[in-house]
């Protein structure tokens, strides 16, 4: 039977894959009449140093992570999603997406950009998807394909 999804999560990181994942979510959000949470996770790692956390980076980041989202959540609601909200949160994006952000909210849906890395890299670093796919307590969707389900080229 299908299921009806009402809340779906998009984590973002302005990256190709996580556009493409973005526009499938407001598809899928717009199919079910389903809220739209949009959201980027501070990698909080790569900014900490033995001294605590880099300030002027850190907001660098964030000013970005915020420019990000309000054209992300302008482009969905101009394609008629109804509620969309974005959040910005802190931490190993993976774990706060598999977790944290998915219960906060009662994600049914995660929709995430396929990995951009390597086979090398995936080794050292891991996958935020591959982690979110294994551990999420809800449905996960991976967009390789654009709207028409092609994959793009770079």
Known sequence: MYKKYQRILAPVD???????????????????????????VVDTRS???STGYE??????LVDQAKSLLADYKKYA?????????TIIDYGSPKIQIAFKL???????????????????????????????????NCDVLVVRTNLENIEEDD
């Open 14 to 40: 302005g990256s190709k894959e996580a556009e493409l994942a973005l526009k499938k979510s407001i598809a899928i959000a717009l199919q079910n009449d389903a809220s739209l949470i949009i959201c980027h």
């Open 47 to 49: 900014i900490q140093t």
């Open 55 to 60: 300030g002027i980076l850190s907001d660098e």
């Open 77 to 85: 609601e101009k394609r008629g999603v109804k509620e969309v909200k």
């Open 102 to 136: 998915s219960k906060e909210n009662n994600i049914d849906l995660i929709m995430i950009g396929a990995t951009g890395l390597n086979a090398v890299e995936r080794l050292f670093i891991g996958s935020v998807s591959e982690y979110v796919i294994r551990n999420a």
